[in-house]
């Protein structure tokens, strides 16, 4: 009697490519994770010195902030995930802030802000 060959994996070879699929997961999911942040988080900021500008315009103009829309556009890239207003609005002064929304989550940054002045919080280098 002659046995014949078997085909297919052993049970041992296919326990171990889940397992390096389960390593490369855990490493490859936060980086992914962090690099959308990241970039949504960019976009953002993008909008919000587009807005700030949009300001500066207003102020040449009329010369006063005052009237100043409350609420920004940002592009439709951007507009699910971070929402543009205008707050403390005076004749020579304004705040601008970048609020997420929706699914977007910044534990990092929260709310990104920018005055008049140029002022930008929060203040750190990461977030900025």
């Given at each position: 009697?002659?046995?014949?060959?078997?085909?297919?994996?052993?049970?041992?070879?296919?326990?171990?490519?889940?397992?390096?699929?389960?390593?490369?997961?855990?490493?490859?999911?936060?980086?992914?994770?962090?690099?959308?942040?990241?970039?949504?988080?960019?976009?953002?900021?993008?909008?919000?010195?587009q807005a700030a500008q949009q300001a500066e315009r207003f102020y040449t103009a009329n010369l006063t902030y005052e009237d100043l829309?409350?609420?920004?556009?940002?592009?439709?890239?951007?507009?699910?995930?971070?929402?543009?207003?205008?707050?403390?609005?005076?004749?020579?002064?304004?705040?601008?802030?970048?609020?997420?929304?929706?699914?977007?989550?910044?534990?990092?940054?929260?709310?990104?802000?920018?005055?008049?002045?140029?002022?930008?919080?929060?203040?750190?280098?990461?977030?900025?």
């Amino acid at each position: 009697m002659s046995r014949r060959s078997a085909a297919g994996f052993t049970l041992i070879e296919i326990m171990v490519v889940v397992a390096i699929i389960a390593i490369i997961a855990t490493i490859a999911l936060p980086s992914y994770r962090d690099y959308v942040t990241k970039s949504r988080r960019e976009a953002g900021k993008a909008c919000l010195l587009q807005a700030a500008q949009q300001a500066e315009r207003f102020y040449t103009a009329n010369l006063t902030y005052e009237d100043l829309p409350e609420v920004f556009n940002c592009d439709s890239s951007t507009a699910p995930f971070y929402s543009v207003t205008s707050s403390n609005v005076e004749a020579r002064t304004y705040t601008l802030s970048a609020t997420p929304q929706g699914s977007h989550t910044d534990a990092e940054c929260g709310v990104l802000s920018v005055n008049q002045a140029g002022v930008r919080s929060p203040a750190t280098a990461r977030c900025w």
